[in-house]
C-alpha cells in the first residue's frame, strides 16, 4: 500500500470551547498558519458568537 503525501493545506474542525460540538470545516495552510486557529464563530446550539478552537477533523 503506497503512503499518502502530506500537502500544505490540511482539513480542520473548529469545536465551539462552550459546547464541545465540532460546527465548522475549513482548510488551513501548514506552511502559513503553524499554530491552532481559533475564530469567533457562530454556534447554533449555544446561539451566540463564541470562541471555536481548530480540532481533526475525522
Known amino acids: 500500500m503506497a503512503s499518502k503525501k502530506?500537502?500544505?493545506?490540511e482539513i480542520i474542525?473548529?469545536?465551539?470551547?462552550?459546547?464541545?460540538r465540532r460546527?465548522?470545516?475549513t482548510y488551513k495552510n501548514?506552511?502559513?498558519i503553524t499554530g491552532k486557529l481559533e475564530k469567533n464563530?457562530?454556534?447554533?446550539?449555544?446561539r451566540?458568537?463564541?470562541l471555536h478552537k481548530e480540532t481533526k477533523a475525522k
Open 6 to 9: 502530506k500537502s500544505a493545506v
Open 13 to 20: 474542525a473548529l469545536q465551539c470551547t462552550e459546547c464541545k
Open 23 to 25: 460546527n465548522y470545516t
Open 30 to 32: 501548514r506552511k502559513n
Open 41 to 46: 464563530k457562530y454556534c447554533p446550539f449555544c
Open 48 to 50: 451566540k458568537e463564541i
